[in-house]
């Protein structure tokens, strides 16, 4: 709803007794990226203002205006409840003059399903009794209860099973309905489910039944997993989440930090910036920076130039600074993060990135590439142009990894000093962020505190992700508001650093790592024979099962197989060439379906 308590009267019609409530405004409702479908029964309406008014001048209280419904959740609740014969509760005054997304619900108001009042919750309006009418004469959702499950602070290995055992509580007799039991694992860590991370089902047949997973290889950190009871007849469905400590390969991440120019003051590798002890976590995790600049990145030769992230970095963060963007970017350089990005590869852009001068005509490169593809859209608000109120405090919008680990963020808010500052001081951004996308996840938006507080700026409302976002991610992609003030970040901010970079290394996707097991460095074979050669492809995406490997002597084909499958062992003689004798210098690659190699 757009306003606060409707819960509370809709629950004097409903009772407490079979009714769980949750209540939440729209601006919220929308940000969230939690499944509606199994984690609700029924969806509520309530009577409010839901304005489609964008935002005017400097004003950062938004309270009253974008709480329109985006066609996103709108399209989710038809598809998950209104289609599929769960209830729906509608105010028909907040629809029916609706000029925005929210008004397209006037045409499913005929349904059976869909239960309208035009009031104030007033008893004679509510239809209480059809709606009791329709819960008691129509199926409802399955229902389980986990009676076993993974502990969350067991450290699992690659082998060993994760078992979860649960009692089918609705329906009452299984036998009745075509139930099955559905075990996903987040490969990719946006906590969206999709279907090719599902690892296991089970048709269910008895009350009590146990689902087994036998983990693969991986790298190590966390695993969140979410277990389904799905009706095949319905489509209804219920579901429990969690999460496993998992222990395997540890975690190097090598990154690129591109600076935007020589004086390297926001260097991540300076003491003042990172406390260089959380990069590192034995048996867990690795981070390896390397510090450039803008000049050097997009020159066409160089250790760091843009013509070498590819194969060589999981990661390149442009940050931080001030209007950071006043050093463009070129067309080669474009064109290699282009690529970069394509093979699902890790970017984080922050503070004044996605940025343009007003009035300002020439050619930008960030803008003009990277606006969309990073979430954002117009229409252009200039929120933060000539950071008109500045803060240092975030609230948090969705949980998961990038809040959670390698440090429990907030925990570590709970823990610090009522007078330790959440980030650097920095400012709303330019731009819209674009809840209509699926794939952008806001983890935290920008909260007005009382120390900058502007005179007729108003507070921000905290649960605006379309305008006051801080943190968010799409993808391989993060952006962070973090660059205004360049040097000296928090303690809370560095770690949410390393958690920005730990999740984007496990939520992108990985090349290959190639083992050689033979020949050594230096070995003499005979001129008279093939080269003997034996090596491993072991790629720890979950999600990656086929990959293409290409063998190269003196820079020469000599080998190339597709399809190989993940963990194989390839053992293949190969012709060197030199019939005279001579060095062979041999070059093995192996690119996964998405082109990372």
């Not at 205006?65 to 209830?87: A, R, V």
């Not at 240092?392 to 949980?399: A, D, E, K, Q």
């Not at 962020?433 to 009382?450: C, F, H, R």
């Not at 192996?590 to 082109?595: E, H, L, Q, T, V």
Request: charge should be negative; avoid cysteine.
């Amino acid at each position: 709803n757009h306003v606060n308590n409707r819960s509370t009267r809709l629950q004097s019609f409903l009772g407490t007794g079979n009714y769980e409530y949750t209540e939440m405004p729209m601006k919220k409702f929308v940000a969230l990226r939690e499944e509606l479908d199994g984690k609700y029964d029924m969806i509520a309406i309530m009577e409010g203002t839901y304005s489609t008014a964008s935002v005017k001048d400097k004003n950062h209280n938004t309270t009253a205006i974008q709480n329109d419904i985006t066609s996103l959740k709108l399209n989710e609740i038809i598809d998950s409840f209104i289609n599929k014969g769960k209830p729906v509760i509608v105010n028909s005054n907040s629809i029916n003059s609706h000029k925005g997304i929210l008004g397209q619900l006037k045409s499913h108001q005929n349904k059976s399903n869909v239960f309208t009042y035009s009031r104030l919750l007033i008893w004679y309006d509510f239809p209480e009794r059809e709606l009791n009418s329709y819960l008691n004469n129509n199926v409802t959702g399955p229902r389980f209860s986990l009676t076993a499950k993974p502990s969350e602070t067991t450290a699992y290995r690659a082998g060993e099973s994760l078992s979860f055992t649960f009692t089918v509580q609705k329906p009452e007799e299984v036998r009745t309905r075509d139930l099955k039991a559905r075990l996903s694992i987040d490969s990719d860590f946006n906590d969206q489910y999709e279907t090719d991370e599902i690892v296991k089902e089970i048709a269910i047949t008895s009350q009590n039944s146990t689902i087994t997973f036998e983990l693969p290889k991986g790298y190590s950190g966390i695993r969140y997993w979410k277990l389904e009871l799905i009706d095949n007849g319905t489509g209804f469905k219920d579901y429990e989440k969690g999460m496993i400590k998992f222990v395997d390969q540890t975690v190097e991440l090598k990154v690129l930090q591109v600076t935007p120019n020589a004086n390297y003051n926001s260097s991540l590798l300076k003491s003042g910036n990172m406390n260089q002890t959380y990069l590192k976590k034995t048996n867990e995790y690795s981070i390896n920076i390397d510090v450039t600049n803008m000049e050097t990145f997009n020159g066409s030769s160089g250790p760091n130039s843009h013509t070498q992230i590819n194969g060589k970095y999981d990661m390149v963060i442009f940050g931080f600074g001030d209007e950071y963007n006043k050093t463009n970017l070129n067309a080669n350089s474009t064109h290699s993060l282009e690529t970069f990005i394509s093979s699902e590869q890790s970017i984080m852009f922050t503070h004044d990135t996605i940025f343009q001068k007003d009035g300002s005509n020439s050619l930008n490169y960030w803008l003009n590439n990277f606006k969309a593809v990073s979430g954002q859209m117009d229409p252009k608000t200039n929120l933060g142009y000539g950071a008109p109120h500045t803060s240092n405090s975030t609230s948090i919008v969705n949980s998961g990894i990038m809040t959670s680990y390698p440090f429990n963020m907030e925990q570590e808010r709970e823990q610090k000093s009522s007078t330790a500052k959440d980030i650097a001081l920095t400012h709303n951004q330019y731009f819209t962020l674009n809840l209509e996308d699926s794939k952008v996840i806001p983890w935290y938006n920008i909260k007005s505190d009382k120390t900058n507080q502007p005179i007729n700026q108003g507070y921000r409302d905290i649960n605006d992700s379309w305008n006051h976002y801080y943190t968010y991610s799409k993808g391989n992609i993060t952006y962070s508001g973090t660059g205004h003030t360049n040097t000296g970040f928090p303690d809370w901010e560095q770690k949410l650093f390393v958690n920005t970079m730990y999740r984007a290394f496990l939520g992108s996707n990985h090349a290959p790592v190639i083992t050689v097991l033979s020949p050594k460095e230096a070995d003499v074979i005979p001129s008279n024979q093939h080269i003997e050669l034996a090596y491993n492809i072991q790629d720890f995406d979950l999600k990656d099962k086929k990959i293409t490997t290409m063998v190269y002597v003196n820079d020469r084909l000599v080998f190339e197989q597709k399809n190989v499958s993940n963990g194989a062992t390839i053992v293949q003689p190969i012709p060197h060439g030199l019939p005279e004798g001579g060095n062979a210098a041999i070059r093995i690659e192996a690119i996964d379906a998405k082109g990372a190699k």
